[in-house]
């Protein structure tokens, strides 16, 4: 038989593995909370977007009047002042990729931002979106990722990823609702990646657009940046994934090309599964 010593000294084990088991629960539940009820507008603990660029919806010119989305054998040409790409208005994306290869920028002062996002095309009330900016000051050449919930502003990811010319980057976009999505970056060449979750009910998503955009983006401080020449963003391995679960290429997407001041600065092409977008 048990001594009263041995049967405290099991009772005392047994409470305590039970405090560690529900003492881990609640600290799980506690970062779960902590990860899914993220506040709305600025993340304290993440930068402002590097240079204060920020992203606006298309800035449509000329062309398809209505931005309906062509058929799947053919495309609308577009212009637009500030987007250079490929653009579905006519499918509820849920999650959207596209994959390139970092350019070598050349010539010209300035910026340019590549990246995928979900609506801001037909719905100009929010854009969620991820992706890079290319920086040429004076030949000194930088590369940073951002998320953003447009009309949030642009964040950078809180553990930055090292972004070079060449490295090859696939960029997604995930909304799991109207209000909430997360966001991805992945370095295929350095096999590194960051993400992030977000959510906003003051400014939920009409999930009616998808793009593949190279921008020509404003800075915070007013008006916009000057437009890099970027040389050529091809984005392969493009596609947008459905809510039904049906897969969308690029190709019958409207194509947007980049015109300021009667000139075209950047046009595009469409294949299946690509996008390709030159500075001209």
């Given amino acids: 038989m048990l001594s009263q010593f041995q049967r405290l000294s099991s009772h005392l ?3 305590l593995s039970y405090a560690m088991i529900f003492g881990s629960l609640f600290a799980a539940l506690l970062l779960s909370t902590a990860a899914f009820a993220a506040p709305e507008g600025a993340i304290p603990h993440l930068s402002r977007r590097s ?3 920020q992203s606006n919806p298309l800035q449509r010119l000329s062309g398809n009047t209505g931005l309906k989305a062509a058929t799947n054998t053919s495309t609308v040409a577009y212009t637009s002042s500030n987007w250079a790409g490929a653009v579905w208005n006519s499918y509820p994306p849920n999650t959207f990729s596209g994959t390139f290869t970092v350019p070598t920028p050349s010539a010209l002062n300035g910026d340019a931002s590549v990246w995928v996002g979900i609506d801001g095309s037909t719905c100009k009330t929010a854009i969620l979106q991820t992706g890079i900016d290319i920086s040429d000051q004076n030949g000194a ?6 998320f953003e919930w447009l009309p949030d502003l642009s964040y950078s990811y809180d553990s930055p990823i090292a972004i070079r010319a060449g490295d090859v980057i696939r960029l997604t976009v995930t909304a799991s609702s109207s209000t909430s999505g997360t966001t ?4 295929l060449t350095t096999r590194q990646s960051e993400s992030q979750f977000l959510s906003n009910t003051s400014h939920p998503l009409c999930l009616q657009n998808a793009e593949w955009i190279v921008e020509n983006p404003d800075l915070v401080s007013g008006g916009m940046a000057p437009f890099c020449n970027f040389g050529t963003v091809t984005f392969s391995s493009a596609a947008a994934y459905m809510h039904s679960g049906q897969v969308i290429s690029p190709h019958g997407a409207v194509e947007v090309d980049i015109k300021q001041n009667g000139k075209v600065l950047a046009s595009v092409s469409i294949s299946p599964g690509t996008v390709t977008i030159k500075y001209v």
């Avoid at 050449?141 to 951002?146: G, N, Q």
């Avoid at 991805?184 to 370095?187: D, P």
């Fill in 51 to 53: 240079a204060s660029r």
């Fill in 141 to 146: 050449v930088s590369y940073d990722s951002w």
């Fill in 13 to 15: 084990t047994v409470a």
């Fill in 184 to 187: 991805l970056i992945e370095n």
